[in-house]
Nanobody, 115 residues
Framework: QVQLVESGGGLVQPGESLKLSCAAS????????MGWYRQAPGQQRELVAT???????NYANFFKDRFTIGRDNAKNTVYLQMNSLRPQDTAVYYC?????????WGQGTQVTVSS
């Protein structure tokens, strides 16, 4: 069973930063591309960014300037550093990995940007 454990969400004010973490097993972390998606209320889930085991990153265009995805190889953890947050960034953020034909998701972590 694939487990992805997210943490780091919360309530922040516009312009502030937040860092999300997603911990996975060593085998998953070193073998598969992992990513972050988000889903705002009433919206479809959308891709934010992905990172390969070798560190190659891919961003949806809208997030490239403010968000950074990274890896901590010692902790088997993928990060999403989010800067200059806006109210429109309010969403549940999900960690994701595709293994074969299966999509695996974390439980989601709520990010709320509000003054």
């Amino acid at each position: 069973q694939v487990q992805l454990v997210e943490s780091g969400g919360g309530l922040v004010q516009p312009g502030e930063s937040l860092k999300l973490s997603c911990a996975a097993s060593r085998s998953v972390f070193t073998t598969y591309t992992m990513g972050w998606y988000r889903q705002a209320p009433g919206q479809q889930r959308e891709l934010v960014a992905t990172i390969s085991p070798g560190g190659i990153t891919n961003y949806a265009n809208f997030f490239k300037d403010r968000f950074t995805i990274g890896r901590d190889n010692a902790k088997n953890t993928v990060y999403l550093q989010m800067n200059s947050l806006r109210p429109q960034d309010t969403a549940v953020y999900y960690c994701h990995v595709r293994i074969g034909w299966g999509d695996h998701w974390g439980q989601g972590t709520q990010v709320t940007v509000s003054s």
